[in-house]
């Protein structure tokens, strides 16, 4: 079995208790991640996984709350892997390359700081420290940009991709079908407004990551219904899918207030019939049935 690991549940209001949207996915011989909003790349530490453990990052868009720890990330995991793990891996919509690009180049963002790490005599001694045998090349993350109905095969996993409905055309947003080595399916739906694309992308998941920004009903301004999604809107998708199991994330403090979430709950279990999670950042995602533990 594969092991799904929430890093950051939340939104891009910062809360201490939840980082940026993250996700991550052990599959095979693999370890990818999913976003990396703020604060993502300190869970995975929490976690007890180290940025060198990361082989592929996968974007669904680029809000920063899904994609400023990418710098981080790759700095960081080239900086400790002292050239004896591969580039990392990026997938994303365009244009993840120009991001990238922009962050990494000799020009880029990063440039002053690639430029000292790799060429100053102190930086040298520490990467010989480390193990490093020089010459010190910068990172080159790799990056592929995908696209509605785009198709990946991983090292044992597959990729299927659909455009969702979220804050269009200033930024494209994507969702990803993953079939795991294991044999799971795994539907990570991106932010988004209701639609026919996501429901048809989670025919059939084991388990569907879904946003919910929102409490139904008490926010019904057109500008935000058409953009993102509240209980109700993942609930109905949950159902016409035909999911296992409905993970609720993106929460915002909307969901705090104590017997809040209880309330949803209800409301959901009236439209699905299946699993529903309320997320918290550090949870392992049960791939299966869920089973209720030991009485002792
Ligand atoms: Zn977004």
């Given amino acids: 079995m594969s092991r799904l690991l929430l ?149 044992g996993w597959r990729l299927d991709v659909a455009e969702v409905v979220h804050v269009q055309p200033q930024l494209t947003c994507l969702a990803y079908r993953i079939e795991t080595a294991e044999g799971e399916t795994i539907v990570f739906g991106g932010d988004t407004a209701p639609t026919a694309a996501l429901t048809d992308l989670s025919r059939d998941a084991d388990v569907l990551l879904h946003m919910c920004h929102f409490i139904n009903g008490a926010i019904e301004d057109p500008r935000l219904t058409s953009c993102c999604s509240g209980h109700l809107d993942a609930a109905h998708t949950a159902a016409d899918a035909g999911v296992k199991t409905l993970v609720l994330v993106h929460l915002t403090e909307m969901m705090e207030t104590p017997g809040v979430r209880e309330r949803l709950l209800g409301e959901i279990a009236q439209i699905f019939a299946g699993q529903v999670i309320f997320s918290e950042d550090l949870l392992d995602v049960p791939l299966g049935q869920i089973a209720t533990k030991q009485i002792r």
């Fill in 7 to 155: 890093l950051g549940t939340g939104t891009p209001a910062p809360l201490v208790h939840r980082a940026g949207s993250s996700y991550l996915l052990q599959t095979g011989e693999q370890t990818l991640l999913i976003d990396c909003g703020p604060g993502s790349v300190r869970r995975l530490l929490e976690a007890g996984i180290q940025t060198t453990d990361i082989d592929a990052l996968l974007l669904t868009h680029l809000h920063y709350d899904h994609c400023v720890d990418y710098g981080y990330l790759a700095l960081t995991r080239w900086d400790q892997g002292i050239g004896q793990v591969d580039e990392l891996q990026v997938i994303g919509p365009a244009p993840v390359q120009h991001m990238t690009d922009r962050l990494f180049a000799t020009d880029g963002v990063y440039g002053p700081d690639l430029a000292a790490r790799t060429q100053h005599p102190g930086s040298h001694f520490i990467y010989e420290c480390r193990g490093g045998a020089m010459p010190r090349t910068p990172p080159t993350p790799v990056a592929r940009e995908v696209a509605h109905g785009d198709t990946i095969s991983g090292s």
